[in-house]
Protein backbone atom coordinates (compact mmCIF):
# COMPACT_ATOMS: atom_id res chain seq x y z
CA UNK A 1 0.00 0.00 0.00
CA UNK A 2 1.37 3.67 -1.08
CA UNK A 3 0.02 5.94 1.48
CA UNK A 4 0.19 9.97 0.80
CA UNK A 5 -0.13 12.68 3.43
CA UNK A 6 -0.51 16.28 2.46
CA UNK A 7 1.71 16.30 -0.37
CA UNK A 8 2.55 19.12 -2.20
CA UNK A 9 4.98 19.55 -5.17
CA UNK A 10 6.26 23.43 -6.47
CA UNK A 11 8.62 23.76 -9.30
CA UNK A 12 10.79 26.41 -9.49
CA UNK A 13 10.00 27.28 -6.01
CA UNK A 14 10.41 30.91 -4.91
CA UNK A 15 10.90 32.16 -8.81
CA UNK A 16 8.84 33.99 -10.67
CA UNK A 17 8.04 31.23 -13.19
CA UNK A 18 7.26 28.94 -9.65
CA UNK A 19 4.52 26.21 -10.32
CA UNK A 20 2.25 24.74 -8.28
CA UNK A 21 1.88 21.11 -9.60
CA UNK A 22 0.24 19.09 -6.26
CA UNK A 23 -1.24 20.96 -3.57
CA UNK A 24 -1.91 18.93 0.20
CA UNK A 25 -2.77 15.50 -1.95
CA UNK A 26 -3.66 12.89 0.48
CA UNK A 27 -4.44 9.52 -0.66
CA UNK A 28 -3.89 6.01 0.32
CA UNK A 29 -3.23 3.71 -3.46
CA UNK A 30 -4.16 -0.01 -2.52
CA UNK A 31 -2.12 -3.09 -3.34
CA UNK A 32 -3.04 -5.83 -5.63
CA UNK A 33 -5.42 -3.36 -7.50
CA UNK A 34 -5.38 -1.08 -10.97
CA UNK A 35 -5.55 2.52 -10.05
CA UNK A 36 -6.13 5.15 -12.57
CA UNK A 37 -5.38 8.71 -12.04
CA UNK A 38 -7.35 11.15 -14.94
CA UNK A 39 -7.27 14.71 -15.21
CA UNK A 40 -6.50 17.19 -18.07
CA UNK A 41 -3.02 18.27 -18.93
CA UNK A 42 -1.80 20.49 -16.14
CA UNK A 43 -3.84 18.70 -13.36
CA UNK A 44 -1.23 17.24 -11.43
CA UNK A 45 -1.62 13.67 -12.52
CA UNK A 46 1.86 12.88 -14.01
CA UNK A 47 3.47 14.65 -11.14
CA UNK A 48 1.48 12.85 -8.79
CA UNK A 49 3.01 9.37 -10.84
CA UNK A 50 6.63 10.65 -10.27
CA UNK A 51 6.20 11.36 -6.63
CA UNK A 52 5.10 7.61 -6.09
CA UNK A 53 7.28 6.18 -7.88
CA UNK A 54 10.50 7.71 -6.42
CA UNK A 55 11.34 9.62 -8.95
CA UNK A 56 11.21 12.79 -7.30
CA UNK A 57 10.39 14.16 -4.04
CA UNK A 58 7.82 15.96 -2.82
CA UNK A 59 8.22 19.51 -1.48
CA UNK A 60 6.46 18.87 1.74
CA UNK A 61 4.23 16.33 3.02
CA UNK A 62 5.43 12.08 2.77
CA UNK A 63 5.17 9.17 1.30
CA UNK A 64 4.81 6.12 2.58
CA UNK A 65 5.21 2.79 1.14
CA UNK A 66 3.78 -0.29 2.95
CA UNK A 67 4.44 2.08 6.45
CA UNK A 68 8.08 3.14 5.81
CA UNK A 69 8.66 6.77 4.72
CA UNK A 70 10.36 6.66 1.30
CA UNK A 71 9.90 10.48 0.53
CA UNK A 72 13.05 10.86 2.94
CA UNK A 73 15.12 8.63 1.89
CA UNK A 74 18.75 9.51 0.77
CA UNK A 75 18.98 9.53 -3.26
CA UNK A 76 20.90 6.18 -3.37
CA UNK A 77 18.49 4.41 -1.06
CA UNK A 78 15.43 5.93 -3.15
CA UNK A 79 17.18 4.76 -6.10
CA UNK A 80 17.30 0.93 -5.24
CA UNK A 81 13.22 1.55 -4.21
CA UNK A 82 12.45 2.51 -7.40
CA UNK A 83 14.80 -0.35 -9.36
CA UNK A 84 13.59 -2.81 -7.02
CA UNK A 85 10.04 -1.94 -6.25
CA UNK A 86 8.72 -0.24 -9.30
CA UNK A 87 8.43 -0.73 -12.85
CA UNK A 88 7.85 1.90 -15.56
CA UNK A 89 6.06 2.16 -18.77
CA UNK A 90 6.15 5.68 -20.14
CA UNK A 91 4.41 7.54 -22.44
CA UNK A 92 6.89 7.38 -25.73
CA UNK A 93 8.01 3.85 -24.48
CA UNK A 94 11.42 5.93 -24.30
CA UNK A 95 13.29 2.45 -26.27
CA UNK A 96 16.62 3.10 -26.80
CA UNK A 97 17.99 3.21 -30.60
CA UNK A 98 20.75 1.49 -31.46
CA UNK A 99 19.93 -1.40 -28.62
CA UNK A 100 18.18 -4.57 -29.81
CA UNK A 101 15.12 -5.23 -28.32
CA UNK A 102 16.10 -7.97 -26.26
CA UNK A 103 18.99 -5.54 -24.85
CA UNK A 104 16.78 -2.61 -24.01
CA UNK A 105 14.58 -5.29 -21.86
CA UNK A 106 17.62 -5.89 -19.92
CA UNK A 107 19.04 -2.48 -18.78
CA UNK A 108 17.20 -1.80 -15.48
CA UNK A 109 18.38 -4.52 -14.06
CA UNK A 110 22.12 -3.89 -14.89
CA UNK A 111 22.13 -2.02 -12.15
CA UNK A 112 21.10 -4.92 -9.63
CA UNK A 113 24.93 -6.84 -10.73
CA UNK A 114 22.51 -10.06 -12.00
CA UNK A 115 24.12 -13.07 -13.41
CA UNK A 116 24.04 -11.96 -16.94
CA UNK A 117 23.19 -15.54 -18.43
CA UNK A 118 20.51 -15.98 -16.12
CA UNK A 119 19.26 -12.46 -16.71
CA UNK A 120 19.43 -12.55 -20.39
CA UNK A 121 17.20 -15.98 -20.19
CA UNK A 122 14.71 -14.01 -17.84
CA UNK A 123 14.58 -11.09 -20.53
CA UNK A 124 13.77 -13.40 -23.22
CA UNK A 125 11.26 -15.27 -21.21
CA UNK A 126 9.59 -12.48 -20.98
CA UNK A 127 9.61 -11.83 -24.79
CA UNK A 128 8.68 -14.71 -25.57
CA UNK A 129 5.50 -14.35 -22.78
CA UNK A 130 5.15 -10.85 -25.15
CA UNK A 131 5.30 -13.15 -28.75
CA UNK A 132 8.41 -11.14 -29.86
CA UNK A 133 11.15 -13.63 -29.14
CA UNK A 134 11.64 -13.80 -32.66
CA UNK A 135 12.54 -10.08 -32.61
CA UNK A 136 14.92 -10.40 -29.99
CA UNK A 137 17.29 -9.48 -31.91
CA UNK A 138 16.52 -6.76 -33.65
CA UNK A 139 16.92 -2.96 -33.28
CA UNK A 140 14.01 -0.98 -31.66
CA UNK A 141 13.08 1.45 -34.23
CA UNK A 142 11.97 -1.07 -36.71
CA UNK A 143 9.36 -2.09 -34.32
CA UNK A 144 5.52 -1.67 -34.65
CA UNK A 145 3.70 1.12 -31.86
CA UNK A 146 2.83 -2.07 -30.02
CA UNK A 147 5.52 -4.21 -30.77
CA UNK A 148 7.10 -1.24 -28.99
CA UNK A 149 4.58 -1.18 -25.92
CA UNK A 150 4.96 -4.88 -25.46
CA UNK A 151 9.01 -4.74 -25.70
CA UNK A 152 8.47 -1.29 -22.97
CA UNK A 153 5.82 -3.74 -20.99
CA UNK A 154 8.74 -6.29 -20.11
CA UNK A 155 11.17 -4.25 -19.25
CA UNK A 156 9.47 -2.94 -16.76
CA UNK A 157 8.48 -6.26 -15.54
CA UNK A 158 12.46 -7.32 -15.85
CA UNK A 159 13.04 -6.97 -12.12
CA UNK A 160 9.73 -8.59 -11.35
CA UNK A 161 8.03 -5.47 -9.17
CA UNK A 162 5.38 -5.23 -7.09
CA UNK A 163 4.31 -2.21 -8.93
CA UNK A 164 3.67 -1.06 -12.31
CA UNK A 165 3.27 2.62 -13.39
CA UNK A 166 2.26 3.24 -16.49
CA UNK A 167 2.30 7.02 -17.91
CA UNK A 168 -0.47 7.92 -20.52
CA UNK A 169 0.32 4.28 -22.56
CA UNK A 170 -2.21 4.68 -24.93
CA UNK A 171 -2.08 8.34 -25.57
CA UNK A 172 -0.83 6.99 -29.21
CA UNK A 173 -2.31 3.87 -29.74
CA UNK A 174 -5.22 3.58 -31.78
CA UNK A 175 -8.01 1.28 -30.27
CA UNK A 176 -6.64 -2.46 -31.19
CA UNK A 177 -3.85 -1.43 -29.65
CA UNK A 178 -5.35 0.26 -26.66
CA UNK A 179 -7.55 -3.01 -26.29
CA UNK A 180 -4.02 -4.35 -26.41
CA UNK A 181 -2.67 -2.88 -23.79
CA UNK A 182 -5.81 -3.24 -21.47
CA UNK A 183 -5.31 -7.24 -21.75
CA UNK A 184 -1.94 -7.13 -20.49
CA UNK A 185 -3.05 -5.08 -17.56
CA UNK A 186 -5.57 -8.05 -16.81
CA UNK A 187 -2.85 -10.37 -16.71
CA UNK A 188 -0.17 -8.71 -14.88
CA UNK A 189 -3.67 -7.89 -12.33
CA UNK A 190 -4.35 -11.87 -11.94
CA UNK A 191 -0.77 -12.06 -11.55
CA UNK A 192 -1.10 -10.11 -8.34
CA UNK A 193 0.80 -6.59 -9.29
CA UNK A 194 -0.57 -3.55 -8.51
CA UNK A 195 -1.00 -1.05 -11.17
CA UNK A 196 -1.44 2.71 -11.50
CA UNK A 197 -1.97 4.42 -14.69
CA UNK A 198 -2.15 8.14 -15.71
CA UNK A 199 -4.74 8.74 -18.44
CA UNK A 200 -7.22 10.75 -19.78
CA UNK A 201 -8.17 8.35 -22.09
CA UNK A 202 -11.99 7.18 -21.43
CA UNK A 203 -11.05 4.33 -23.08
CA UNK A 204 -8.52 3.41 -20.14
CA UNK A 205 -10.43 4.87 -17.05
CA UNK A 206 -13.91 3.25 -18.22
CA UNK A 207 -12.22 -0.03 -18.43
CA UNK A 208 -13.64 -2.77 -16.56
CA UNK A 209 -10.39 -3.88 -15.30
CA UNK A 210 -9.67 -0.59 -13.32
CA UNK A 211 -10.87 -0.53 -9.29
CA UNK A 212 -9.99 3.11 -8.72
CA UNK A 213 -10.32 6.25 -10.75
CA UNK A 214 -8.98 9.32 -9.43
CA UNK A 215 -9.78 12.56 -10.68
CA UNK A 216 -7.54 15.25 -10.59
CA UNK A 217 -7.98 19.02 -11.04
CA UNK A 218 -5.46 21.93 -10.41
CA UNK A 219 -3.05 20.05 -8.36
CA UNK A 220 -5.83 18.37 -6.15
CA UNK A 221 -7.62 15.53 -6.18
CA UNK A 222 -11.34 15.68 -7.17
CA UNK A 223 -12.93 12.79 -6.20
CA UNK A 224 -11.75 9.11 -5.57
CA UNK A 225 -14.19 6.69 -7.35
CA UNK A 226 -14.05 3.41 -5.84
CA UNK A 227 -15.43 0.46 -8.06
Same mark, same amino acid.
Given at each position: ?? %???????? /???????????????????????????????????????????????????????????????????????????????????????????? %??????? /?????? /?????????????????????????????????????????? $??????? $??? %??????????????????????????? $?????????????????????????????? %???
Amino acid at each position: MI %ELNEVTKI /YNEGQPNEVVALRDVSLTIPEGRVTVFKGPSGSGKTTLLTLVGCLARPTSGRIRLDGRIISALPEHFMAAVRRETFGFVFQRFNLIRGLSVI %ENVMIPA /YPLGPD /YRGLRARAGALLERFQLAHKARMKTEVLSGGESQRVAIARAL $INDPQWI $IAD %EPTANLDSRLAGQFLDEVRQLKQAGKS $IIITSHDERIFNADVVDVVVDMEDGRIATV %EER
